[in-house]
């Protein structure tokens, strides 16, 4: 088990070429302060959506069992779970 970007960076092969035998979740920010990179037509929030996106599309292009859920998301449905 790990966090990314730069653990499915560095894990990648095993991921993307190795034995189809993991199930990714891919946990992603909104992005809702975008800030510029100097000298780059660019943000830092579309490189962080475009590297997201990238990983996304290569796992389920290898056919490995992969979602995407949003911070949102999850926040709204802890905030609507029944008490435990």
Excluded: W
């Amino acid at each position: 088990m790990g966090y990314g970007p730069r653990y499915l960076h560095s894990t990648g092969q095993l991921h993307k070429g190795g034995a189809n035998n993991g199930v990714f979740i891919q946990v992603v920010g909104t992005g809702t302060e975008n800030v510029p990179i100097p000298e780059q037509p660019f943000t830092f929030g579309a490189l962080q959506q475009a590297q997201a996106q990238g990983d996304l599309a290569s796992l389920q292009a290898r056919g490995r069992r992969v979602a995407r859920v949003t911070l949102d998301e999850l926040m709204e449905d802890a905030q609507n779970a029944p008490p435990a």
